[in-house]
């Protein structure tokens, strides 16, 4: 079974960074497709970012474009959220997923195992 584990959630100033890591146990995910979300308070999980094990053209939320980047290390089994100029409607938990196929998909319910998320606070 595989086991998903986010780390690198924090409190920070709006317009600055943070870097989620995701570690995966239990499966390689060299063949798996990874994605972020986040769900903030009283609102639906948001899809974020998606990767394709292949590496091909990541997806990201109109949101997030040209401010956050997701890579993946397969070596290290882990894939990471580089979240730049954060903005105080970046606040969410934030979780990392895996499906077993090599599409980028929006829905969440496409992706079969989650972490338990890592906090994410931008402060005016």
């Known amino acids: 079974q595989v086991q998903l584990v986010e780390s690198g959630g924090g409190l920070v100033q709006a317009g600055g960074s943070l870097r989620l890591s995701c570690v995966a146990s239990?499966?390689?995910?060299?063949?798996?497709?990874m994605a972020w979300f986040r769900q903030a308070p009283g609102k639906e999980h948001e899809f974020v970012a998606g990767?394709?094990?292949?590496?091909?053209?990541?997806l990201y939320a109109d949101s997030v474009k040209g401010r956050f980047t997701i890579s993946r290390d397969n070596d290290k089994n882990t894939v990471y959220l580089e979240m730049n100029n954060l903005k105080p409607e970046d606040t969410a938990v934030y979780s990392c997923?895996?499906?077993?196929?090599?599409?980028?998909?929006?829905?969440?319910?496409?992706?079969?195992?989650w972490g338990q998320g890592t906090q994410v606070t931008v402060s005016t």
């Open positions: 997923a895996r499906r077993s196929s090599w599409k980028v998909v929006l829905g969440r319910d496409e992706y079969t195992s």
């Open positions: 239990g499966r390689t995910i060299s063949t798996e497709t």
């Open positions: 990767m394709s094990w292949a590496r091909d053209s990541p």
